[in-house]
């Protein structure tokens, strides 16, 4: 089963991070997910795939009330992010779904009519979750070309969805990069293979260089905080990206 | 379970369980911190409080066993979870396959036909009969901890009979072992709730 970990905490504003489950099957690709409460409201972050739902389900009961959820999050439209939306909307046919416009007519196939979804713009929007507004950051192409991060800026908390993801070999689980270097080695494959556009690499890193960031959480892998963070993104302004090697 | 009260509403349910499982938690949390303070007074009292500091070590035994009672239960609401998925997916699958059989003809929807007689009836029925085993399980857990619970309760008021004897520090041994009562009191109300969202 998965765990839930408190990431940040200011009175009644927190982050959980759902991660790490030992009985995952080995053809899964292994997820993190994230929860942002304020007070007595909560968005779910890339939720995750059908298969997992039953553990980060469960994970997430353990800390947090699932019912006061009203919205999810859904970085881009790929089935490790997104296909337990139909549980989901069984748990609470209220929850309202936040993704990019270019995914709004396919993501329903998961799950969902034609009222859950609120289809973010290509610029972004604000997502109020309590009395704190959240921000819907652009981030197309990388890898998706409907593509959003979603920032924090009281917490001060980036997520990242795939940009800065790692695929961590076994035995290696911590929530935290704690030796970038060794990190970067299980992230480069991924990034060089998977982001597809230079110009919009550099747009990325162009943006969120100028975004007070402490934490920045990937839907794979581990956390990168404090000056790993301006780390991380140094290192992708640099990479080589977009094409296959043989 | 039935298809009436609908998946939905048996994750809603199980939420309710595990909102009960974790006030347990934190009670008998509170029941441990309060047995450990409870066990440094007794040895404060001395001779006079031997049979206090008994019955405080079996309470915070008793707060141990209840934590981990309410562990094997969440791990159990969590495998309901994984049945009632299951279930969902299954209907979700039947849904379209409905829908599939409604837009055919002949030889081709009696064969839907036939499949959504045989699967359809076959998985749902395997589904909801593991989710009736599961609740029954549930349903045994949940009156064995409150049969632990049943003794949590004779360890405190034993504990306050012990008290009187404490001498000097009687007063303070009377108080501490009413708390342990009022706190054993509310694991009792949360059972029973947690019971009530059972059934």
Same mark, same amino acid.
């Given at each position: 089963? %998965?765990?839930?970990?408190?990431?940040?905490?200011?009175?009644?504003?927190?982050?959980?991070?759902?991660?790490?489950?030992?009985?995952?099957?080995?053809?899964?690709?292994?997820?993190?997910?994230?929860?942002?409460?304020?007070?007595?409201?909560?968005?779910?972050?890339?939720?995750?795939?059908?298969?997992?739902?039953?553990?980060?389900?469960?994970?997430?009961?353990?800390?947090?009330?699932?019912?006061?959820?009203?919205?999810?999050?859904?970085?881009?439209?790929?089935?490790?992010?997104?296909?337990?939306?139909?549980?989901?909307?069984?748990?609470?046919?209220?929850? %309202?779904?936040?993704?990019?416009?270019?995914?709004?007519?396919?993501?329903?196939?998961?799950?969902?009519?034609?009222?859950?979804?609120?289809?973010?713009?290509?610029p972004g929007t604000d997502i109020p979750v309590g009395r704190?507004?959240?921000?819907?950051?652009?981030?197309?192409?990388?890898?998706?070309?409907?593509?959003?991060?979603?920032?924090?800026?009281?917490?001060?908390?980036?997520?990242?969805?795939?940009?800065?993801?790692?695929? @961590?070999?076994?035995?290696?689980?911590?929530?935290?990069?704690?030796?970038?270097?060794?990190?970067?080695?299980?992230?480069?494959?991924?990034?060089?293979?998977?982001?597809?556009?230079?110009?919009? %690499?550099?747009?990325?890193?162009?943006?969120?260089?100028?975004?007070?960031?402490?934490?920045?959480?990937?839907?794979?892998?581990?956390?990168?905080?404090?000056?790993?963070?301006?780390?991380?993104?140094?290192?992708?302004?640099? @990479?080589?990206?977009?094409?296959?090697?043989? | 379970?039935?298809?009436?009260?609908?998946?939905?509403?048996?994750?809603?349910?199980?939420?309710?369980?595990?909102?009960?499982?974790?006030?347990?938690?934190?009670?008998?949390?509170?029941?441990?911190?309060?047995?450990?303070?409870?066990?440094?007074?007794?040895?404060?009292?001395?001779?006079?409080?031997?049979?206090?500091?008994?019955?405080?070590?079996?309470?915070?035994?008793?707060?141990?066993?209840?934590?981990?009672?309410?562990?094997?239960?969440?791990?159990?609401?969590?495998?309901?979870?994984?049945?009632?998925?299951?279930?969902?997916?299954?209907?979700?699958?039947? $849904?379209?396959?409905?829908?599939?059989?409604?837009?055919?003809?002949?030889?081709?929807?009696?064969?839907?036909? $036939?499949?959504?007689?045989? $699967?359809?009836?076959?998985?749902?029925?395997?589904?909801?009969?593991?989710?009736?085993?599961?609740?029954?399980?549930?349903?045994?857990?949940?009156?064995?901890?409150?049969?632990?619970?049943?003794?949590?309760?004779?360890?405190?008021?034993?504990?306050?009979?012990?008290?009187?004897?404490?001498?000097?520090?009687?007063?303070?041994?009377?108080?501490?072992?009413?708390?342990?009562?009022?706190?054993?009191?509310?694991?009792?109300?949360?059972?029973?709730?947690?019971?009530?969202?059972?059934?």
């Open positions: 089963m %998965k765990t839930a970990q408190v990431i940040y905490e200011n009175g009644d504003h927190r982050w959980l991070a759902i991660v790490r489950d030992p009985d995952r099957p080995g053809y899964l690709v292994d997820t993190n997910e994230y929860l942002v409460s304020v007070g007595e409201d909560a968005i779910l972050l890339d939720p995750g795939g059908s298969e997992i739902f039953p553990s980060v389900f469960s994970a997430l009961c353990a800390e947090y009330d699932p019912r006061r959820i009203s919205k999810i999050f859904a970085s881009h439209q790929d089935p490790d992010i997104i296909s337990s939306l139909s549980m989901w909307m069984e748990f609470n046919p209220d929850i %309202k779904c936040y993704i990019s416009w270019l995914w709004a007519g396919f993501v329903p196939h998961f799950g969902g009519t034609g009222d859950t979804f609120i289809p973010i713009p290509d704190e507004r959240l921000r819907a950051i652009p981030a197309h192409y990388l890898h998706s070309s409907g593509n959003f991060n979603l920032y924090d800026p009281k917490a001060k908390i980036l997520f990242s969805g795939d940009i800065g993801a790692a695929l @961590l070999p076994p035995g290696d689980n911590g929530l935290f990069v704690e030796n970038f270097d060794r990190h970067i080695a299980h992230a480069e494959a991924f990034h060089r293979r998977w982001m597809g556009s230079e110009r919009a %690499k550099r747009d990325w890193c162009a943006r969120v260089a100028d975004l007070d960031i402490d934490m920045l959480c990937p839907q794979h892998g581990a956390i990168y905080r404090g000056a790993d963070v301006r780390r991380f993104i140094d290192w992708f302004a640099q @990479l080589d990206i977009g094409a296959v090697k043989s | 379970m039935t298809q009436a009260a609908g998946t939905g509403g048996e994750l809603r349910r199980i939420v309710r369980i595990n909102e009960e499982i974790k006030s347990v938690v934190a009670t008998a949390f509170k029941i441990n911190l309060m047995a450990m303070n409870a066990i440094f007074l007794a040895k404060r009292a001395g001779q006079a409080a031997l049979g206090f500091s008994v019955l405080s070590n079996e309470l915070r035994r008793f707060a141990t066993d209840l934590q981990q009672q309410m562990e094997v239960l969440r791990q159990m609401t969590h495998g309901s979870v994984a049945s009632v998925t299951a279930l969902v997916k299954t209907e979700r699958l039947n $849904r379209v396959v409905d829908r599939m059989r409604d837009e055919l003809s002949g030889q081709a929807r009696a064969m839907i036909e $036939r499949y959504l007689r045989n $699967r359809q009836t076959t998985s749902f029925v395997l589904h909801q009969e593991a989710i009736a085993t599961q609740n029954r399980r549930l349903s045994q857990t949940i009156a064995d901890t409150a049969q632990l619970v049943e003794l949590g309760s004779v360890l405190a008021r034993s504990a306050k009979i012990e008290a009187a004897y404490g001498g000097s520090f009687s007063a303070a041994l009377m108080q501490v072992s009413s708390d342990f009562e009022h706190t054993i009191a509310e694991i009792h109300r949360s059972l029973e709730q947690l019971s009530r969202h059972h059934d």
